[in-house]
């Protein structure tokens, strides 16, 4: 069962591989385009924490296939499919969690007057990331990317390894 993934996800989604094809196309060994390309990058990388990776790494087809299976499910042709609600969700989560982690401003340790701050200070994280935020102070592997995946395997049902694989392609993690 693929859990429900909103048609604002969806067309998010799209959006952002749309713009990833677009960046990739822009920046091939072919490219015309002298326009630098660090603004677009930055708000790809905002907006969807670890599309920069996907950039760098995911093939041209599959960047491809993912827009078409997209705008698949954008006609109505088919329903989304598993990696649709995974990245949806890493998405999500992992701006929340890198949100959380400036916030703490390289705090190792969570105490009870530093969680009370950070209900107070970000009431919209709190309820995402409170029990786990001394994780983000100090992340598994060193990495929050690995917090997130963990976070993401639990909501969705699914192991961990195949979280890492519908979000970015291969059973590696890394740090966006």
């Known amino acids: 069962m693929v859990p429900a993934v909103s048609a604002d996800d969806i067309l998010a989604l799209l959006r952002k591989y749309e713009e990833l094809l677009r960046l990739r196309q822009?920046?091939?060994p072919d490219s015309q385009t002298e326009s630098d390309p660090?603004?677009?990058?930055?708000?790809?990388?905002?907006?969807?924490?670890?599309?920069?990776?996907?950039?760098?790494?995911l093939p041209l087809s599959d960047l491809e296939a993912r827009?078409?299976?997209?705008?698949?499910?954008?006609?109505?042709?088919?329903?989304?499919?598993?990696?649709?609600?995974?990245?949806?969700?890493?998405?999500?989560?992992?701006?929340?969690?890198?949100?959380?982690?400036?916030?703490l401003g390289g705090r190792r340790l969570v105490d009870v007057a530093v969680l009370d701050r950070?209900?107070?200070e970000l009431p919209s994280?709190?309820?995402?990331?409170?029990?786990d935020l001394a994780h983000i102070a100090a992340p598994p592997r060193g990495r929050v990317v690995e917090l997130v995946l963990i976070r993401v395997a639990e909501e969705l049902g699914v192991?961990?390894?195949?979280?890492r694989r519908l979000m970015f392609g291969s059973e590696r993690g890394g740090e966006h």
């Open 118 to 120: 950070f209900r107070t």
């Open 159 to 163: 192991d961990v390894l195949l979280a």
């Open 38 to 57: 660090r603004p677009a990058l930055a708000a790809l990388a905002a907006e969807f924490p670890g599309a920069l990776r996907e950039l760098d790494q």
């Open 125 to 131: 994280q709190a309820g995402i990331w409170a029990k």
């Open 67 to 103: 827009i078409a299976a997209l705008r698949s499910v954008v006609r109505g042709e088919e329903g989304p499919g598993p990696w649709m609600a995974v990245q949806a969700r890493f998405h999500h989560l992992m701006r929340g969690a890198l949100l959380a982690k400036r916030w």
């Open 26 to 28: 822009e920046g091939g």
